[in-house]
């Protein structure tokens, strides 16, 4: 069936939000984007042109409207006058319009749904970057933590050191790790702008447009629906159905050339009349063979057009072995980072709070090194900084189940979440 040309009330639109920043949640951004993403507006604009593509592709040949004169001597001295009218239609085997109609209207859907593919693929993408932004915000709020930590227990070391209780040794430790400390986070500033410059850029926001993330955290769930149902869906993505689409419309291509080997017809009429003392004049019909005497040439096209639809074919094959594994891929990655969350939020995290508490304990009562501190510090450091990692990962990896299999997926429900999914 022929694709219905796209409303313009459907089209992302170019406007701005009042507030003059974006977020904090991630819904705010995929909505932005949608609006005012270059790339979506480019893929619709595509689909629109495809649309009007199609009744080109149905019209005749233009006719042709002739005139002739005759040049009548009469001795002494030339005149023109009015000799002949005609005017001539070209008219094709039947069926070549309808194939290349067929053609332009397969190359439409399969242009609306690479729109609509698309657009899924752009959630994919500003999640990447939101969440990236958002992981990179926390660290920097961890490390500040740690930095704030390490100037108390500097300043307890220089008390230590004046008693003699701790050597130098241990507060220029304090202080290197401090030093450290200190080029991490303005490390953290320049990576910051970098991914807001990154973030803005896919959803389609100017320089210096702020961008806000969310205080809370991402929602941690595992997919309440059965993974049949979750394939079904991969494999009715719009991404996949591209590729069936621009086979049809190559398959139809492929009709036309072999249409185009049989001759076509040109039929005219023409009014006559003769110049001078002559008043007779007639209407005369006629009809017109063309001869597609370049058979090779048509045969060749055939053939290209052919290999075009098999192309396409193996494209949307390849597609569908790759969706199965990109979904198998995501539901894995969701469990696993489900998994160390849990095993961070419930184990390791309560374990080294405690241990650490344990060395700031001996630590204040001498039975403690500075080294013995620092190291646990490090330790739940480290553990905190991985559990912002699982979260992170889970959430993408939720973004990329629901851009493998197109739309959005039902969570099991009573898991624990966050301000945001």
């Given at each position: 069936?022929?694709?219905?040309?796209?409303?313009?009330?459907?089209?992302?639109e170019?406007?701005?939000?009042?507030?003059?920043?974006?977020?904090?949640e991630?819904?705010?951004?995929?909505?932005?984007?949608?609006?005012?993403?270059?790339?979506?507006?480019?893929?619709?604009?595509?689909?629109?042109?495809?649309?009007?593509?199609?009744?080109?592709?149905?019209?005749?040949?233009?006719?042709?409207?002739?005139?002739?004169?005759?040049?009548?001597?009469?001795?002494?001295?030339?005149?023109?006058?009015?000799?002949?009218?005609?005017?001539?239609?070209?008219?094709?085997?039947?069926?070549?319009?309808?194939?290349?109609?067929?053609?332009?209207?397969?190359?439409?859907?399969?242009?609306?749904?690479?729109?609509?593919?698309?657009?899924?693929?752009l959630?994919?993408?500003?999640?990447?970057?939101?969440?990236?932004?958002?992981?990179?915000?926390?660290?920097r709020?961890?490390e500040?933590?740690?930095?704030?930590?390490?100037?108390?227990?500097?300043?307890?070391?220089?008390?230590?050191?004046?008693?003699?209780?701790?050597?130098?040794?241990?507060?220029?430790?304090?202080e290197?790790?401090?030093?450290?400390?200190?080029?991490?986070?303005?490390?953290?500033?320049?990576?910051?702008?970098?991914?807001?410059?990154r973030?803005?850029?896919?959803?389609?926001?100017?320089?210096?447009?702020?961008?806000?993330?969310?205080?809370?955290?991402p929602?941690?769930?595992?997919?309440?629906?059965?993974?049949?149902?979750?394939?079904?869906?991969?494999?009715?993505?719009?991404?996949?159905?591209?590729?069936?689409?621009?086979?049809?419309?190559?398959?139809?291509r492929?009709?036309?050339?072999?249409?185009?080997?049989?001759?076509?017809?040109?039929?005219?009429?023409?009014?006559?009349?003769?110049?001078?003392?002559?008043?007779?004049?007639?209407?005369?019909?006629?009809?017109?063979?063309?001869?597609?005497?370049w058979?090779?040439?048509?045969?060749?096209?055939?053939?290209?057009?052919?290999?075009?639809?098999?192309?396409?074919?193996?494209?949307?094959?390849?597609?569908?072995?790759?969706?199965?594994?990109?979904?198998?891929?995501?539901?894995?990655?969701?469990?696993?980072?489900?998994?160390?969350?849990?095993?961070?939020?419930?184990?390791?995290?309560?374990?080294?709070?405690?241990?650490?508490?344990?060395?700031?304990?001996?630590?204040?009562?001498?039975?403690?090194?500075?080294?013995?501190?620092?190291?646990?510090?490090?330790?739940?450091?480290?553990?905190?900084?991985?559990?912002?990692?699982?979260?992170?990962?889970?959430?993408?990896?939720?973004?990329?189940?629901?851009?493998v299999?197109?739309?959005?997926?039902?969570?099991?429900?009573?898991?624990?979440?966050?301000?945001?999914?």
């Amino acid at each position: 069936m022929d694709a219905s040309a796209p409303e313009d009330a459907g089209a992302p639109e170019d406007s701005r939000g009042r507030s003059g920043a974006l977020g904090p949640e991630l819904e705010a951004y995929v909505a932005h984007a949608a609006e005012r993403s270059p790339a979506l507006r480019a893929s619709f604009e595509r689909w629109r042109a495809s649309v009007h593509g199609i009744s080109p592709a149905k019209r005749l040949p233009d006719p042709m409207f002739e005139i002739g004169v005759y040049v009548w001597n009469s001795g002494e001295n030339t005149s023109p006058a009015l000799g002949r009218l005609g005017l001539r239609q070209e008219l094709p085997w039947p069926g070549t319009l309808r194939a290349g109609a067929d053609a332009a209207s397969a190359e439409a859907r399969a242009r609306q749904r690479q729109f609509e593919a698309e657009l899924v693929e752009l959630r994919r993408r500003v999640a990447d970057a939101y969440y990236r932004l958002w992981l990179l915000r926390r660290l920097r709020a961890i490390e500040q933590e740690h930095l704030t930590i390490l100037q108390s227990l500097s300043e307890s070391a220089l008390g230590r050191v004046a008693t003699g209780a701790a050597s130098l040794a241990d507060q220029q430790r304090i202080e290197l790790t401090k030093a450290r400390l200190a080029d991490s986070l303005a490390a953290f500033d320049e990576q910051e702008r970098a991914e807001e410059a990154r973030l803005r850029a896919i959803v389609g926001a100017e320089r210096g447009v702020a961008v806000r993330t969310s205080e809370g955290e991402p929602s941690v769930a595992l997919p309440a629906e059965d993974p049949e149902v979750l394939l079904r869906a991969a494999l009715q993505h719009p991404a996949i159905e591209v590729f069936v689409l621009e086979g049809e419309a190559a398959e139809a291509r492929a009709r036309r050339e072999r249409i185009e080997r049989w001759p076509g017809f040109v039929v005219g009429v023409e009014w006559m009349s003769m110049p001078g003392g002559m008043s007779e004049s007639g209407i005369m019909p006629s009809l017109g063979v063309r001869l597609p005497l370049w058979q090779g040439a048509y045969a060749e096209a055939i053939r290209g057009a052919e290999a075009e639809a098999a192309a396409r074919l193996a494209d949307g094959q390849a597609a569908l072995l790759d969706a199965r594994a990109a979904l198998e891929e995501a539901l894995s990655r969701i469990r696993d980072s489900k998994r160390r969350i849990d095993l961070h939020r419930h184990t390791l995290l309560p374990q080294a709070e405690a241990a650490y508490g344990s060395v700031l304990g001996a630590y204040a009562t001498g039975r403690a090194s500075v080294a013995a501190s620092l190291l646990a510090q490090k330790d739940l450091i480290e553990l905190r900084i991985g559990l912002e990692q699982a979260r992170v990962d889970h959430a993408l990896a939720w973004a990329e189940l629901e851009r493998v299999v197109g739309r959005p997926v039902t969570r099991a429900s009573g898991a624990p979440g966050g301000e945001h999914d």
